[in-house]
């Protein structure tokens, strides 16, 4: 997370910001017509007033999926809002951003998370495209040098 933050601080403030009428919404989601990395997603969504989506729950995944399908975006990923936590090696875990939660409900692709300990980049995790093999299911990759399609909710 620390390490994550000294990211964000750094590289975010240069980043071009991404318009609001770069969004598609509905009453409780915004979904980005332009690809960022999770640092430019999650502060975007920070800056209008939204969090990146989570899905702590089945229910969750079933509406965030029907918004993307109304949407028309069944062919790309989208960044969630969750982030691989290593304080150290042995206390590394998966949380939501917003809450700082660990995560509960999960919805990893089969092999995943698959990733090294790497200590050059923080590892997030994006929604596999709904049209593709591991269908809306979730894919570890690095933060920031890994751009996707996000999508912001409302709190
Ligand atoms: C999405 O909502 C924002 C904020 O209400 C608005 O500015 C934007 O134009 C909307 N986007 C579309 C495509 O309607
Ligand atoms: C990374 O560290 C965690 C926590 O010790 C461990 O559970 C996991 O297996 C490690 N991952 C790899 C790819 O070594």
Redesign the pocket.
């Known amino acids: 997370m620390q390490k994550y933050l000294i990211w964000l601080l750094i590289f975010v403030p240069l980043a071009a910001t991404i318009k609001?009428?770069?969004?598609?919404?509905s009453t409780k989601y915004?979904l980005s017509t332009i690809e960022a990395t999770f640092p430019q997603a999650l502060f975007t969504c920070k800056l209008?007033g939204w969090t990146l989506a989570t899905e702590k729950t089945a229910q969750d995944t079933a509406n965030l999926e029907s918004f993307l399908t109304q949407s028309g975006q069944t062919s790309e990923s989208i960044w969630l809002g969750g982030v691989y936590q290593v304080i150290n090696e042995l206390a590394a875990k998966w949380i939501w951003i917003e809450s700082g939660l660990e995560l509960s409900y999960t919805n990893w692709q089969s092999g995943e998370p698959a990733f090294s300990n790497s200590t050059t980049y923080s590892t997030c995790f994006k929604k596999n495209a709904l049209s593709g093999t591991y269908s809306g299911q979730w894919y570890a990759n690095t933060c920031e040098t890994t751009s996707y399609y996000f999508v912001c909710e409302d709190y």
């Open positions: 609001i009428t770069d969004f598609k919404n915004h209008y």
